[in-house]
């Protein structure tokens, strides 16, 4: 294998010496390369999102976490609050209990309270108010303001505040600064308490997702042509995600107005698809019921006139084919709509496919509420968090924006 290392992370300079233990060799560029590794914080890191990454990554942190605050003080007989109970946080509660530590979780959602009482801790609810007087440690987690100046004042003097979260962090620390309380930031910490292992990780991460296929995102445009510019822009990103499959209705691939010619909009959207032929005729898209099956199939945009013939049960065209042959395998259809009628001719099959099951919506609103009062469209930047909410389920809420 060729690979090419991108940005800096300080796992970097060991992972490079695994992969070279491993056999595989560097490329000279990115392009060249069979894969490209960015650092875990670039969205292009598909191995940064893998679960076990995750899970390894948090146990690490934990460790590093007790191991940084016996540096400061003895972990035995101390109270420690633990802010937020989720990866990092529950390992962190067994950590500082391991220690000798008596330890409390404070978490928002119950059943993560209710988990951390399961296990034997103490649980609060993480809120305004909450107690924080009397704890010797508190152990942010949370990637979102906790402890602003107001709650920090509610602080002993002696508090040692250890900060985990990922930038802006939980804990105002110039706050703590001026009231004179122990501050630390621990960022990075799987590199910086064990590197070797945390540089393994990743690399076992890496070879993960290799090996896994991604899941493959059908795409079909239908002929909202002063939509495609948009939908287009949209689906830039999710060639990191998803192997994607372009299908074109017959109007998109073949007809040419003043937005532009369709072997344009055709050679962009084959382009962001690795150069795949787009399917254009109910020929070619009866298969991906079958053995072309996909994971998923988005439609943007999605005109009024495709929506009906959706909720009718109509597959005269390759994109209500490709529509009809994918929810025949019980698997998400996400529409993106751009229609001038939304809320008159089409309103009812909106209404009609929003209760379909596995039919999904990327969330819309009125586009030009004076102008043109009945037409919706799509917000396309929902596109991909609506398309993972669908494959896990879910409808992306709310469905109707302002």
Known sequence: MRFAITGIDPRF??????????GHVPAGDAASADVVIPPPWDPRARYARSESFLAENALLTARGAAALTEKELSLAGKRVLILGYGRVGSLCAEEFRDRGAA?????????SRTWAKIRGFDAAELAPGMELEGFDVIVNTVPAPVLTMTELRRTGEDALLLELA???GGID??????LGRRYLSAPGLPGKYAPARAAEILRDAVYETMAEPLPRLGVALTGSHCSFDKALAAL???GRDYELVPILSERAASTDTAFGPAADFRARLETLCGGRRAADSVVLAEPFGTRQALDALLVAPCTGNTLGKLANGVTDTAV???CKAHLRNGRPLVLAISTNDGLSGSAENIGRLLQRKNVY???FRQDASFAKPFSLQAVWDLIGETVEAAREGRQLQPVILQ
């Not at 330890?103 to 119950?110: D, I, M």
Request: proline residues 8%; glycine residues 2%.
């Open 13 to 22: 300079p060991l992972l490079r010496e695994l992969l070279l233990a491993d």
């Open 103 to 111: 330890v409390t979780a404070a978490a928002r959602r119950r059943e």
């Open 166 to 168: 990922s930038a802006p």
């Open 173 to 178: 620390a110039a706050a703590a600064r001026e």
């Open 236 to 238: 830039e990103g999710l």
């Open 320 to 322: 209500t084919m490709a």
């Open 361 to 363: 919506f990327v969330p």
